[in-house]
């Protein structure tokens, strides 16, 4: 790992005045240990991989930092247009960076669903009320500077508040990630626009039976959208109307469909938690995306997107599930 040399501008710098904000985007792709991390002069991606069947990715867009700087000048070899070249982190660690200084879960209306589904509360959900001892109550400012000074350098995070700064310097590494995994987005067998909030609370419900798989079905006639859950406990449904006030948006081309391992959708519960929006789409192989649209503080909105890959039955999976006890649920 290279030193850092303070008399070099950094090919990266940025200045958050809320670390609050940072971790609860970056709380939402927390299903695994590392995170690549791809810095552009729009902000910063960071993409998760579990297994190569799920991917998350989180922007922090520079409209969320006060201050943004990117200098980054590609080399010879590389396109003018090229970005810094991506790196690994450990993203465990810097989340328990960004938290240093106790940044609290506080209960809000979405914390009887959080406790509910593996915990998650207060800084991930919007719209709740602040703690007695919040920095927004207390008036207090805070700063959290990130930086990049160059290939092969500590991915530095300076966090300052009451006269306290704490510096931490994350080793970075090569890359490890597979591409993307795909979405056709030219082939798209559904589409699907709706409050996050409904998702969340039919996820929450399908996991009465323990399952191990979740099956997503949609038809231009009824039932239009269905969320099926299968496991030792035995199965159940839970089914969409097209009611425009349900389903913003719905589109199939066809009767469709797909089953997911439900460990993967449900590594997407924090996002699902502290959206306002979700669109659902799947192309013509299966591949699942679902996308949030997160509100942030100042009134501005980030997405973070999750990928499935479909999960392949083997021969006979599909029949064992239509003969377990069923229970169904219409909203």
């Not at 991917?55 to 700087?69: H, M, W």
């Amino acid at each position: 790992m290279a030193s850092f040399d303070t008399e070099t501008t950094p090919v990266f710098s940025a200045v958050s005045s809320s670390a609050r904000q940072l971790s609860q985007l970056l709380k939402c792709i927390d299903f695994a240990s590392k995170a690549q991390v791809q810095i552009t002069k729009d902000g910063v991606r960071f993409t998760a991989e579990d297994s190569q069947v799920m991917q998350g990715l989180a922007v922090l867009d520079r409209g969320l930092f006060t201050t943004y700087s990117y200098s980054y000048v590609p080399n010879s070899t590389e396109d003018e247009d090229a970005d810094v070249p991506a790196f690994q982190i450990s993203l465990s660690s810097f989340l328990e960076t960004l938290q240093i200084f106790g940044i609290t879960d506080a209960k809000d209306r979405w914390s009887s669903r959080d406790d509910a589904y593996g915990g998650v509360r207060g800084s991930m959900a919007r719209g709740g009320p602040a703690a007695a001892f919040d920095n927004r109550i207390l008036g207090i400012e805070g700063t959290c500077r990130l930086s990049y000074p160059g290939i092969g350098d500590a991915f530095s995070i300076v966090l300052e508040e009451t006269g306290v700064t704490t510096t931490c310097e994350l080793v970075t590494y090569e890359p490890e990630l597979q591409p993307e995994i795909p979405l056709q987005r030219d082939a798209l067998a559904l589409k699907i626009i709706m409050r996050a909030s409904w998702l969340y609370d039919a996820i929450t419900e399908l996991s009465s039976t323990s399952p191990t798989r979740l099956i997503v079905a949609a038809s231009p006639t009824a039932p239009y959208f269905s969320l099926s859950s299968a496991g030792p406990l035995g199965s159940a449904t839970v089914e969409f109307s097209k009611d425009p006030q349900l389903l913003e948006t719905f589109q199939v081309s066809g009767r469709i469909v797909n089953t997911y391992k439900y460990s993967m959708i449900k590594g997407a519960s924090r996002a699902m938690a502290l959206a306002s929006k979700v669109s659902i789409r799947s192309d013509e192989q299966g591949v699942l995306s679902l996308q949030f649209m997160i509100e942030v503080e100042g009134g501005g909105v980030s997405f973070v997107d999750f990928r499935f890959t479909p999960y392949l039955l083997e021969e006979g999976e599909g029949d064992e599930a239509e003969d377990d006890d069923e229970t169904d649920t219409e909203l």
